[in-house]
Nanobody, 115 residues
């Protein structure tokens, strides 16, 4: 199983970024996927998750209405569209899957929101 994130960077408050996670090594369309984030000195927290078909999504209260999780099962990718970014969104963002009874994480991608 391999999860590889991309798309992080530096953005001004109010800006947008789109993160992507390329998955391989398992039947992607059979598993729900999630995005987590971890800010310096804080615990890792769930940001958003999506079911295997993409038919249902859940979000942390702090990102509802600003972030959108989606997936493309033909391309084995899961994405996180982040709009109206705030400085408190600054963190390392991780793609996650609970695959065959194990937790798998990507390497993380840094998102920094600053003027």
């Amino acid at each position: 199983v391999q999860l590889v994130e991309s798309g992080g960077g530096l953005v001004q408050p109010g800006g947008s970024l789109r993160l992507s996670c390329a998955a391989s090594g398992f039947t992607f369309s059979s598993y729900g996927m999630s995005w987590y984030r971890q800010a310096p000195g804080k615990v890792r927290e769930l940001v958003a998750r999506i079911t295997s078909t993409g038919g249902s999504t859940n979000y942390a209260d702090s990102v509802k209405g600003r972030f959108t999780i989606s997936r493309d099962n033909a391309k084995n990718t899961v994405s996180l569209q982040m709009n109206s970014l705030k400085p408190e969104d600054t963190a390392v963002y991780y793609c996650h899957g609970y695959i065959r009874d194990y937790d798998y994480w990507g390497q993380g991608t840094q998102v920094t929101v600053s003027s």
